[in-house]
C-alpha cells in the first residue's frame, strides 16, 4: 500500500496497519506524521521518504517483518540480487552480493523529536539514510541482516549499544555507517560485526563508545574526523578504538586515532605539570609526530620572526633595501647551518650603525640562542615525522 503526501496522527496509522493485515509493504512519500507509537506490534516492512515527524517516534518492542505474519504463501518482501560496493583500507573496491530484503526503510527525512526502536526485531535490511535526526535509541534491537546507516545528521544521541555481546541479538552480519555526522554520543557498545562494516567519512563530535564491541577484519575506518578531547572517557574511548581496530586498519588510521588519545591525556588531566606541558609543545611542533608540515611552517615563521627582530635591535632603516637584502641574506644561512653564530661580526659592517650598544649585543646574543634551541628542537621534530611518515606508509 502506497500513501502520499498525506497526514497522520497516532490513530490514523494504527488504523491504516489494521486496515492492510496482508499488505506485503507500506510505503509513505511525503507525508507528515504528528506522533507515532507502533511500539509491541508486528509490523510488515515499512519505507518512510521525505516524511516529516513533528512529534515522538516509538517503534520500542516491534517486529519488522520480511513477511507478513500468519500468511501461508511465500509473501516474502524480496527484489533481485544487487552487486554493493564496500572498500578496504587501502581504497580498493571490494564487491559483495546483497538481498534487497527490507524491513525498515527511512529516506530523506526529518525528525523533530526522538526515534526510539528498543529491543525491536528486524528481520531484514534496515536502510537508514540522509535523515536529519534529534535523538536515536536503539539499544538492544536485534539487526539481524544488514543495517545501512549512511549519510544521516544526529544532533543528539544515537545509541545502537547492545546490552549484552553473548546474546544473538548483539550481531549484526554486515553494517555501513558511512558519511554520518554524529554531534553527540554515539554507541555501538557490546556489538558483534560478523561481517564487512564501513565506518568511513564519519565526523563523531563525541569519542565513539566501542566497549566490548567485535569487529570482523573487513572493516574501513578511513577519513574519521573526531573533535572531542576534553574528557576522561574521552581517551578511553579512543584507547579501546585502538585496541578493538589493531591489526584490522591502515596504520595512518591508527595514528589518527592515538593523536586525539594522547590530546585526551592532557586535556583530561591524566598528563600534567611538566610532562603536561612537553606533552603541548610536542602536539604544536608536529601533532605528536604525524605532521611534516607543521614543523617546516614553525621553522619559516621562527626564521622570519628572528629575522624581524634582528632587524628591531640593530634599528636598521627599512627604507634602505640594500641593506635589508645584506642582513637577511646572512641570516639566511642560519636556516641551512642551525650552529651558524648570529652576531655582529656575522653581519655586514657597512648595514650597521656605527655605534651598537652593549644592550643591542646582548638581544642578538639571547636571539641567536634561542633560534639555535627552537631550530633544533623542530628540525628533530621534522625528522622524526618524516621517519613515522615512511613507517605507516611502509
Known amino acids: 500500500m502506497n500513501y502520499e503526501s498525506a497526514s497522520f496522527d497516532t490513530g490514523t496509522i494504527i488504523d491504516v496497519i489494521n486496515a492492510n493485515p496482508e499488505a506485503k509493504r507500506l510505503v509513505f512519500k511525503g507525508c507528515t506524521f504528528q506522533e507515532l507509537d507502533l511500539s509491541g506490534r508486528t509490523l510488515p ?10 512529534g515522538p517516534c516509538n517503534f520500542d518492542g516491534a517486529v519488522f517483518l520480511q513477511k507478513p505474519e500468519g500468511s501461508s504463501t511465500n509473501r516474502m518482501v524480496e527484489e533481485p540480487t544487487f552487486q554493493e560496493k564496500w572498500f578496504d583500507e587501502d581504497g580498493k573496491a571490494v564487491w559483495q552480493t546483497t538481498t534487497n530484503c527490507w524491513s525498515l526503510w527511512i ?6 523529536s526522538d526515534i526510539t526502536f528498543r529491543d525491536a ?34 544532533s543528539g544521541p544515537a545509541l545502537f549499544a547492545s546490552e549484552n555481546s553473548g546474546v544473538d541479538s548483539s550481531e549484526i552480519k554486515r553494517a555501513n555507517f558511512r558519511s554520518n555526522v554524529f554531534a553527540d554520543r554515539f554507541s555501538i557498545a557490546r556489538r558483534v560485526f560478523s561481517g564487512p562494516t564501513d565506518f568511513r567519512n564519519i565526523h563523531f563530535g563525541l569519542a565513539p563508545e566501542v566497549d566490548g564491541v567485535t569487529l570482523s577484519n573487513d572493516t574501513n575506518w578511513s577519513k574519521i574526523k573526531f573533535e572531542d578531547v576534553s574528557a576522561a572517557r574521552a581517551e578511553h574511548s579512543y584507547r579501546n578504538l585502538m585496541e578493538i581496530l589493531s591489526g584490522k586498519v591502515s596504520r595512518q588510521t591508527l595514528g589518527y586515532i592515538h593523536l586525539f588519545q594522547n590530546r585526551a591525556k592532557r586535556k583530561s588531566g591524566q598528563i600534567s605539570g611538566f ?10 611542533g608536529s601533532e605528536f609526530g604525524h605532521s611534516v608540515l607543521r614543523p617546516i611552517l614553525l621553522l619559516l615563521t621562527l626564521h ?31 636556516l641551512f647551518n642551525p650552529l651558524f653564530v648570529l652576531g655582529v661580526d656575522s653581519l655586514p659592517k657597512n648595514s650597521l650603525s656605527p655605534q651598537i650598544s652593549v ?19 623542530l628540525l628533530g621534530l621534522l625528522t622524526q615525522a618524516i621517519g613515522r611518515t615512511f613507517d605507516l606508509n611502509g
Open 107 to 112: 529516506d530523506s527525512c526529518a525528525f523533530s
Open 275 to 284: 610532562m603536561g606541558f612537553l606533552s603541548l609543545l610536542y602536539d604544536i
Open 45 to 54: 516492512p515499512i519505507k518512510f521518504v521525505e516524511c516529516r515527524f513533528a
Open 121 to 154: 526485531k528486524f528481520e531484514g535490511v534496515v536502510w537508514i539514510a540522509n535523515n536529519d535526526f534529534r535523538s536515536v535509541f536503539g539499544t538492544k534491537a536485534s539487526f539481524g541482516e544488514t543495517l545501512r546507516l549512511m549519510a544521516n545528521k544526529f
Open 359 to 377: 644592550y643591542a649585543k646582548l638581544l642578538l646574543v639571547l636571539i641567536n640562542g634561542l633560534y639555535t634551541l627552537l631550530q633544533l628542537v
Open 304 to 334: 622570519l620572526i628572528c629575522f624581524a627582530l634582528v632587524m628591531v635591535v640593530l634599528q636598521v632603516d627599512i627604507r634602505c633595501l640594500e641593506d635589508i637584502i645584506e642582513i637577511y641574506t646572512v641570516i639566511a644561512r642560519k
